[in-house]
């Protein structure tokens, strides 16, 4: 796991969800590649603080939106090979 260990990179996906419809968006998937998953996840708080302000308080409240985001291992194509 030695070298795969420093090649790997992280993804960070976003999904977009409503409790009062009971269902989410489709993901989506930033192009940037994070370093560290340390990197990866302070990123997604902050996009996903920056787009509940974008949606606003009265969309967030009246449809119960809630984002949650994850920072997936990835070995970039690349190194793969």
Do not use: W
Request: proline content about 5%; overall charge negative; some cysteine.
């Amino acid at each position: 796991m030695g070298d795969n260990h420093k090649s790997m990179k992280f993804l960070l996906t976003i999904v977009m969800c409503s409790s009062v419809a009971n269902t989410c968006m489709p993901p989506h998937s930033f192009n940037k590649l994070y370093p560290t998953s340390y990197e990866c996840m302070i990123d997604g708080y902050q996009k996903s603080l920056d787009k509940t302000v974008e949606i606003g308080k009265a969309e967030i409240n009246k449809h119960g939106i809630y984002l949650k985001f994850d920072c997936r291992g990835v070995i970039p194509e690349e190194e793969a090979t």
